[in-house]
T-cell receptor, first 114, second 110 residues
Framework: KAGVTQTPRYLIKTRGQQVTLSCSPI?????VSWYQQTPGQGLQFLFE???????NKGNFPGRFSGRQFSNSRSEMNVSTLELGDSALYLC?????????????FGPGTRLTVL | GENVEQHPSTLSVQEGDSAVIKCTYS??????FPWYKQELGKRPQLIID?????GEKKDQRIAVTLNKTAKHFSLHITETQPEDSAVYFC?????????FGPGTRLSVLP
């Protein structure tokens, strides 16, 4: 069974631009979560989608948005990029996204904002 | 919201020694207690988990113990090996609550 995949793996953008990241979950998994990982802040939860609906959202500004498609693939968008958005963005999929569900992480997208 | 802490933040042990990492949480609704391991440059992976109706679970050299009354659970690694060097995250959760601890960097010295 193929694992969680993320594209692109690396991105370099400049301040003010916008970016879209993609995540393809494990086949049969309907929940996709997004995390921002930085050296000082650990894993910060962005949002979670299940069956094309956002069920949960972390404490991030409205510049961070996402969506999920009918095939469970998910995209995350960051508009008006700031230097502080430089981070590793990880997505994770699970079967239903509820408690007791192991989360399977993708390799991440490394975003650098110049 | 859930407040999750891990202690210590960094830990160095000699190969063969034991390591213990503690995770404290604030949300009494938490009922699932996993630990994830993230090796350098790799993605986090689940290594062990426990549910709220169980006090302890063991899987070869790793174990997790839960004290729900005190709201903490711990990861125990015995006979540590160099490949145990990584960052370990706890993630106490319930429902769709997804909060990770800040991580503990474990270094196993040869």
């Amino acid at each position: 069974k193929a694992g969680v995949t993320q594209t692109p793996r690396y991105l370099i953008k400049t301040r003010g631009q916008q970016v879209t990241l993609s995540c393809s979950p494990i086949s049969g998994h309907r929940s996709v979560s997004w995390y921002q990982q930085t050296p000082g802040q650990g894993l910060q939860f962005l949002f979670e989608y299940f069956s094309e609906t956002q069920r949960n959202k972390g404490n991030f500004p409205g510049r961070f948005s996402g969506r999920q498609f009918s095939n469970s693939r998910s995209e995350m968008n960051v508009s008006t990029l700031e230097l502080g958005d430089s981070a590793l963005y990880l997505c994770a999929s699970s079967r239903t996204g509820t408690s007791y569900n192991e989360q399977f992480f993708g390799p991440g997208t490394r975003l650098t904002v110049l | 919201g859930e407040n999750v802490e891990q202690h210590p933040s960094t830990l160095s042990v000699q190969e063969g020694d034991s390591a213990v990492i503690k995770c404290t949480y604030s949300d009494s609704a938490s009922n699932y207690f996993p630990w994830y391991k993230q090796e350098l440059g790799k993605r986090p992976q689940l290594i062990i988990d426990i549910r709220s109706n169980v006090g302890e679970k063991k899987d070869q050299r790793i174990a997790v113990t839960l004290n729900k009354t005190a709201k903490h659970f711990s990861l125990h690694i015995t006979e540590t090996q160099p490949e145990d060097s990584a960052v370990y995250f706890c993630a106490p959760s319930w429902g769709q609550n997804f909060v990770f601890g800040p991580g503990t960097r474990l270094s196993v010295l040869p």
